[in-house]
């Protein structure tokens, strides 16, 4: 099991170029997110989907579009990046559990840089 | 006034030291509580969780809610320099809500 992973894990881009970002986990999970965490900000939630075929906002969803493409991929689209955007972006996938919540495994992110 | 509030730190304490992590919370819905840890580079991964108020033990790591005061706290004994990481309290109302609301985190440092 691989679990969650992310490609790439390193990212240069320039003011106005688009890139994807690539998820995939094979957990089987129902729900996938992305996250980005800066400095001071802790992590927060961009877009989120609970099953296959939907996507929903989070918190800070401006700059950004999300495919769920099926059950195992969630890509996070950048179609005209900014410096504001220079981050660490992490994915996430949850289980279901008998716990009454849903306990999120994460990837091991994509530094990105937006010069 | 943020959902979730915690003391980025930076905490640093010497191997084999108690510590206490905290975070304060103002939505009263929330039932769950989690606290991830995350090294260096990595991403965030589950340490404990705890339903309601309670504690709950497991190893050096014992996890508690108080309901009433909004407050949840981490406490490692005998810590280790493995046990240093960033560590941030998590938090939701469970049920069909997917959402986790996080702390900024708390960078702890465990010198030998």
């Known amino acids: 099991n691989a679990g969650v992973t992310q490609t790439p894990k390193f990212q240069v881009l320039k003011t106005g170029q688009s890139m994807t970002l690539q998820c995939a986990q094979d957990?089987?999970?129902?729900?996938m997110y992305w996250y980005r965490q800066d400095p001071g900000m802790g992590l927060r939630l961009i877009y989120y989907?609970?099953?296959?075929?939907?996507?929903d906002k989070g918190e800070v969803p401006n700059g950004y579009n999300v495919s769920r493409l099926n059950k195992r991929e969630f890509s996070l689209r950048l179609e005209s990046a900014a410096p504001s955007q220079t981050s660490v972006y992490f994915c996430a996938s949850a289980k279901e559990g008998l716990a009454g919540f849903n306990e999120q495994f994460f990837g091991p992110g994509t530094r990105l840089t937006v010069l | 006034q943020k959902e979730v509030e915690q003391d980025p730190g930076p905490l640093s304490v010497p191997e084999g030291a108690i510590v206490s992590l905290n975070c304060t919370y103002s939505n009263s819905a929330f039932q769950y509580f989690m606290w991830y840890r995350q090294y260096s580079r990595k991403g965030p991964e589950l340490l404990m969780y705890?339903?309601?108020?309670g504690n709950k033990e497991d190893g050096r790591f014992t996890a508690q809610v108080d309901k009433s005061s909004k407050y949840i706290s981490l406490f490692i004994r005998d810590s280790q320099p493995s046990d240093s990481a960033t560590y941030l309290c998590?938090?939701?109302?469970?049920?069909?809500?997917?959402?986790?609301?996080f702390g900024k985190g708390t960078l702890l440092t465990v010198n030998p």
């Open positions: 957990m089987n999970h129902n729900s």
């Open positions: 989907s609970a099953s296959e075929g939907t996507t």
């Open positions: 705890t339903y309601s108020s």
């Open positions: 998590a938090m939701c109302s469970g049920g069909s809500n997917y959402k986790l609301t």
